[in-house]
């Protein structure tokens, strides 16, 4: 079955880099787009970037300067970067898959808690 | 960037109906698709997919919860609303990058 799992450190230090993995199964990347999900305790959803089945990608423009994301398509897996990071940056992280540009987030990961602490 | 507004808070009784309301900043149709989408999330849960483009429910999802709408003005009606439906319902466009999230609607029971 479709399954997505998030994995990466739960604390970050202010001004370092954030780097987050995506693992999937049950489908591959080359089919089928991955983006990832933010949401801050309490607060609502923000789409950070995506990597498309033929390995394009999008960003949101108010954080592309800080971001990079990219695929290892033999092991299955979606890789995010984010640098420069701020106490804003504190959220829950998913990644969630959709078949196409245009269309829906349909199957999501449990998501993965990032706390940005000194 | 496209700007779906929802109201926070809906408060209903159970076993009435619930009407979720979303509207875009600008038109998210293109050829008479309507690139919203709903998701419903339960506290400590990653979001789940109910309606996409408007009006196609998702698998597995059951016939009590419907999409309609079209370019800017967008419902998610649950009907009738049971216990388990309470969570926070977001609505999604994916008509252009980048894409975005309503501020979500958290269903109370009165």
């Known amino acids: 079955q479709v399954q997505l799992k998030e994995s990466g450190p739960g604390l970050v230090q202010p001004s370092r880099t954030l780097s987050l993995t995506c693992t999937v199964s049950?489908?591959?990347?080359?089919?089928?787009?991955v983006s990832w999900v933010r949401q801050p305790p309490g607060k609502g959803l923000e789409w950070i970037a995506a990597?498309?089945?033929?390995?394009?990608?999008d960003y949101n423009s108010a954080l592309k300067s800080r971001l990079s994301i990219s695929r290892d398509t033999s092991k299955s897996q979606v890789l995010l970067k984010m640098n420069s990071l701020q106490t804003e940056d504190t959220a829950m992280y998913f990644c969630?898959?959709?078949?196409?540009?245009?269309?829906?987030?349909?199957?999501w990961g449990q998501g993965v808690m990032v706390t940005v602490s000194s | 960037d496209i700007v779906l507004t929802q109201s926070p808070v809906l408060a209903v009784s159970l076993g009435q109906r619930a009407t979720i309301s979303c509207r875009a900043s600008?038109?998210?149709?293109?050829?008479?698709?309507?690139?919203m989408h709903w998701y419903q999330q339960k506290p400590g849960q990653q979001p789940k997919l109910l309606i996409y483009?408007?009006?196609n429910l998702a698998s597995g999802i059951p016939a009590r919860f419907s999409g309609s709408g079209s370019g800017t003005d967008f419902t998610l009606t649950i009907d009738p609303v049971q216990a388990d439906d309470i969570a926070a319902y977001y609505c999604?466009?994916?008509?252009?990058?980048?894409?975005?999230f309503g501020s979500g609607t958290k269903l109370e029971i009165k």
């Open positions: 483009r408007a009006s």
């Open positions: 600008q038109s998210v149709s293109i050829s008479s698709i309507n690139l």
């Open positions: 049950g489908f591959s990347l080359t089919s089928y787009g």
């Open positions: 999604q466009q994916s008509r252009e990058s980048p894409l975005t």
């Open positions: 969630a898959r959709s078949s196409l540009p245009g269309s829906p987030f349909d199957y």
């Open positions: 990597i498309w089945s033929g390995g394009s990608t």
